[in-house]
Nanobody, 125 residues
Framework: QVQPVESGGGLVQAGDSLRLYCTAS????????VAWFRQAPGKEREFVAA????????YYADSVKGRFTISRDNFNNVVKLQMNSLEPEDTAVYYC??????????????????WGQGTQVAVSS
């Protein structure tokens, strides 16, 4: 059992940057693939970025590639999502998720087992 906890959301203007954090008190967090998903009102939850338990390269949705960077610090049990050049279309609740059973990263939110409560990101134009 892993309980991710997100932090770092807020209200910013278009073009600004924001950094989100995902942590967990359980040391088994290091066994998770960790992903960020987001959900805007009236829309389905969508994949944003992920990083494997092996801490290799990040995986990104086309809509955020080149603007967002995911990284992890296993010593401190934290995954960061650096978001640059934010756009109003990035407005959503951002969720951190853990998958500790699959070998590969799945972009479908239904494959992820443990979820945080979410943090709101709002980007004004």
């Amino acid at each position: 059992q892993v309980q991710p906890v997100e932090s770092g959301g807020g209200l910013v203007q278009a073009g600004d940057s924001l950094r989100l954090y995902c942590t967990a008190s359980e040391r088994t967090f290091i066994n998770c693939h960790v992903a960020w998903f987001r959900q805007a009102p009236g829309k389905e939850r969508e994949f944003v970025a992920a990083i494997s338990r092996n801490n290799d390269d990040g995986y990104y949705a086309d809509s955020v590639k080149g603007r967002f960077t995911i990284s992890r610090d296993n010593f401190n049990n934290v995954v960061k999502l650096q978001m640059n050049s934010l756009e109003p279309e990035d407005t959503a609740v951002y969720y951190c998720a853990c998958n500790n059973k699959d070998l590969y990263i799945d972009y479908d939110y239904r494959a992820w087992d443990y979820w945080g409560q979410g943090t709101q990101v709002a980007v004004s134009s």
